[in-house]
């Protein structure tokens, strides 16, 4: 049983910075790429950044420059620093990776980011 867990969400103001960790846990040999996603009220599931096990990172254009994605293997955890927020990025954001030799995908349960204005 893998699990997926975010913390680190809560209410900022515009400008402000969050950090979101996603640990994973249980019977996991290897994870390889990472991801976030977020989801806003009516609006479809977005990918915010990627990173592979080697630590190569993909952003989605909003959030270029302002989010930054990062791993720690042996904690097999990954991070978003997002910094200089916006009222546009309110959502629940969920973290995704692909675990194992088959590349399992797991999602955690999101935790929610509201940026007021």
């Known amino acids: 049983q893998v699990q997926l867990v975010e913390s680190g969400g809560g209410l900022v103001q515009a400008g402000g910075s969050l950090r979101l960790s996603c640990a994973a846990s249980g019977s996991i040999l290897s994870i390889n790429t990472m991801r976030w996603y977020r989801q806003a009220p009516g609006k479809q599931r977005d990918m915010v950044a990627t990173?592979?096990?080697?630590?190569?990172?993909n952003y989605a254009d909003s959030v270029k420059g302002r989010f930054t994605i990062s791993r720690d293997n042996a904690k097999n955890t990954v991070y978003l620093q997002m910094n200089s927020l916006e009222p546009e990025d309110t959502a629940v954001y969920y973290c995704n990776a692909d675990i194992g030799s088959m590349h399992y995908n797991y999602w955690g349960q999101g935790t929610q980011v509201t940026v007021s204005s």
């Open positions: 990173i592979t096990r080697g630590g190569s990172t």
